[in-house]
């Protein structure tokens, strides 16, 4: 059994443990901003149940809380980042919004990021270039989870894509997702909830279903486990789409910005907990260099209206288009509260205790 806790507290509590752990004032509130929103939005696995995940790296002396940014190279409509092995969300806000004021100068904004840290959900990056007019893109590699197709050695992480537009609609079109069935996140969340992951999910070292939950996470730190990609384990099923576009999102979460690939983001080195040196690539498109924003939000619109009021299949209620579930979700968290088990509420009391927190 769980209870549901408000929006307000849940986001207090992240903006407190984040300050405790040494995070300064406005880097805390970006943080929060970040894994809040993913509650809203009901990605239950980048919110609240990941913030003991920050605690401990920080707790572990493996990532800074205090975030030094440096400017490798800024040149008209480009820019490269050092993050420092600060705070991700803090790195990528500031990355962002440098793509962003870029595109208003140039029409285009691109920073590339290395030497950073998990930064939460991809959508939210996306969203701030949405909320400015703009059509926003971000991408970032991960610690190995998936295995490349026919292999069963973790090589990539989940490697999401996200791409967003803003529209005539309640909710932008906002695509944020792994490049594998499921995010490595899920399988953490049934791990609090003590449930067995579907088959299909995962494969063992020998390329063979795997639905004990505890054992996959026991065996994704051996690397005896792996994500399956987006289209499944064949080619026949697509699964090189997935793998490909994994590979994609490897390349510019790393060369341009000279970063760590594969597994160098493993965290672990001669067996010791070391820093994961992640890498991001932010795009900021500036939709009023090409055309008016409301014929673009329109045409948008049009789109999403198509898709929905399209021809349903026998027994289907509803079509929906990427955002409209989490445009949804965040009414309904935003009046029920966001929802905390039995797992959650341990990890949560271990922070307060330490922290000497009240929650």
Same mark, same amino acid.
């Given at each position: 059994? /769980?209870?549901?806790?408000?929006?307000?507290?849940?986001?207090?509590?992240?903006?407190?443990?984040?300050?405790? *752990?040494?995070?300064?004032?406005?880097?805390?509130?970006?943080?929060?901003?970040?894994?809040?929103?993913?509650?809203?939005?009901?990605?239950?696995?980048? /919110?609240? =149940?990941? *913030?003991?995940?920050?605690?401990?790296?920080?707790?572990? =002396?493996?990532?800074?809380?205090?975030?030094?940014?440096?400017?490798?190279?800024?040149?008209?409509?480009?820019?490269?980042?050092? =993050?420092?092995?600060?705070?991700?969300?803090?790195?990528?806000?500031?990355?962002?919004?440098? &793509?962003?004021?870029?595109?208003?100068?140039?029409?285009?904004?691109?920073? &590339?990021?290395?030497?950073?840290?998990?930064?939460?959900?991809?959508?939210?990056?996306?969203?701030?270039?949405?909320?400015?007019?703009?059509?926003?893109?971000?991408?970032?590699?991960?610690?190995?989870?998936?295995?490349?197709?026919?292999?069963?050695?973790?090589?990539?992480?989940?490697?999401?894509?996200?791409?967003?537009?803003?529209?005539?609609?309640?909710?932008?079109?906002?695509?944020?997702?792994?490049?594998?069935?499921?995010?490595? =996140?899920?399988?953490?969340?049934?791990?609090?909830?003590?449930?067995?992951?579907?088959? /299909?999910?995962?494969?063992?070292?020998?390329?063979?279903?795997?639905?004990?939950?505890?054992?996959?996470?026991?065996?994704?730190?051996?690397?005896?486990?792996?994500?399956?990609?987006?289209?499944?384990?064949?080619?026949?099923?697509?699964?090189?789409?997935?793998?490909?576009?994994?590979?994609?999102?490897?390349?510019? %979460?790393? &060369?341009?910005?000279?970063?760590?690939?594969?597994?160098? *983001?493993?965290?672990?080195?001669?067996?010791?907990?070391? %820093?994961?040196?992640?890498?991001?690539?932010?795009? &900021?498109?500036?939709?009023?260099?090409?055309?008016?924003?409301?014929?673009?939000?329109?045409?948008? /619109?049009?789109?999403?209206?198509? *898709?929905?009021?399209?021809?349903?299949?026998?027994?289907?209620?509803?079509?929906?288009?990427?955002?409209?579930?989490?445009?949804?979700?965040?009414?309904?968290?935003?009046?029920?509260?966001?929802?905390?088990?039995?797992?959650?509420?341990?990890?949560?009391?271990?922070?307060?205790?330490?922290?000497?927190?009240?929650?």
């Amino acid at each position: 059994m /769980g209870k549901s806790v408000s929006v307000g507290k849940t986001y207090d509590l992240m903006q407190n443990v984040f300050t405790k *752990l040494g995070v300064p004032k406005d880097d805390a509130k970006i943080c929060a901003d970040v894994l809040i929103a993913s509650d809203l939005r009901g990605i239950r696995s980048h /919110g609240i =149940g990941r *913030l003991k995940m920050y605690y401990d790296r920080i707790r572990d =002396g493996i990532q800074n809380p205090i975030t030094n940014i440096k400017v490798i190279k800024d040149f008209n409509a480009i820019a490269v980042l050092d =993050g420092n092995n600060g705070m991700g969300q803090v790195v990528s806000y500031n990355a962002m919004q440098m &793509a962003i004021d870029k595109a208003k100068k140039f029409g285009i904004g691109s920073v &590339a990021v290395r030497n950073s840290n998990h930064f939460g959900i991809a959508g939210f990056y996306s969203k701030m270039a949405i909320d400015q007019n703009m059509m926003g893109m971000a991408f970032t590699n991960a610690r190995p989870s998936v295995a490349p197709i026919f292999g069963v050695q973790p090589m990539f992480g989940t490697n999401p894509i996200a791409f967003g537009a803003p529209s005539d609609e309640n909710f932008p079109f906002l695509y944020d997702a792994a490049t594998t069935i499921v995010q490595r =996140g899920k399988i953490e969340v049934l791990n609090r909830e003590s449930k067995s992951t579907p088959e /299909g999910w995962v494969v063992d070292k020998f390329g063979k279903p795997n639905t004990e939950t505890k054992k996959i996470m026991d065996d994704f730190l051996k690397q005896n486990a792996s994500l399956i990609s987006l289209g499944g384990r064949e080619e026949k099923s697509g699964g090189h789409k997935g793998y490909g576009l994994a590979t994609i999102v490897e390349i510019l %979460s790393a &060369a341009l910005q000279q970063g760590s690939i594969l597994h160098q *983001l493993s965290g672990i080195d001669e067996g010791k907990k070391v %820093s994961m040196k992640v890498g991001h690539s932010f795009m &900021a498109i500036n939709i009023e260099a090409f055309t008016s924003i409301s014929k673009f939000k329109q045409l948008i /619109g049009e789109i999403i209206r198509g *898709l929905k009021n399209s021809k349903k299949e026998p027994g289907k209620e509803k079509i929906f288009v990427a955002g409209e579930k989490e445009y949804l979700s965040e009414i309904k968290v935003k009046n029920n509260g966001i929802p905390i088990n039995e797992n959650l509420q341990k990890n949560i009391d271990i922070m307060t205790k330490e922290l000497g927190i009240e929650f």
